[in-house]
Every structure is written in C-alpha cells, then in structure tokens.
C-alpha cells in the first residue's frame, strides 16, 4: 500500500492533480469530469468548453509538450488537431 500524506488535504484548482485520464475529444459526449488542466502531447489545435462557459474557444497551435491550465467540461473533436491529450483533474 502506498502511503500518502496528503490524503486528508481537502482538493483545490491549484492543488495538484489526483487523478488522470485520456481524452478522446468528442463534440457530443463531455468529459466524465472537469479538468484543472490539460496535457498537449501532439502540437495543433484543441477547442473546448470552459467550465464556466456556454460557448467553444479554441486554443491555436499549441506546441507539443504544453500544459493548459484550463478547466474545462469538454473538448471537442470539431476544431481540435491536438493529439494524445490528457486530462489533469
């Protein structure tokens, strides 16, 4: 069993994330849950719905390797070229 320290710290958007996940960009299905970031591992585009948002904002040639510190509820497969995105959550 691992240990950890901080198992009883309570969660914040600037806490690190606990929990990945990869993301298959959809523009029907939103994503199982929110995101604190996004990990870029393909450069080009990614297009998402904001947590907070009622419209996509589409963020343009991200280089590979890039981390977006967004939350967002969903990342569509319309308008996104990114690859191998993964969720911070």
Sequence with gaps: ???????SAADSPIAP???CFAIE?????GLPQ?????????AGDVTVRT???DADV???NVPAGSILDIRVKAVRASGTSA???VALA
Excluded: N, Q
């Excluded at 929110?34 to 393909?42: D, L, Q």
């Design 1 to 7: 069993m691992t240990a950890d320290p901080f198992a």
């Design 58 to 60: 589409t963020f343009r």
């Design 51 to 53: 947590v907070r948002a």
């Design 83 to 85: 690859t191998d995105l």
């Design 17 to 19: 994330a606990e929990l």
């Design 34 to 42: 929110a995101t604190k970031a996004i990990y870029v591992g393909g």
């Design 25 to 29: 960009p959809s523009d029907v299905t």
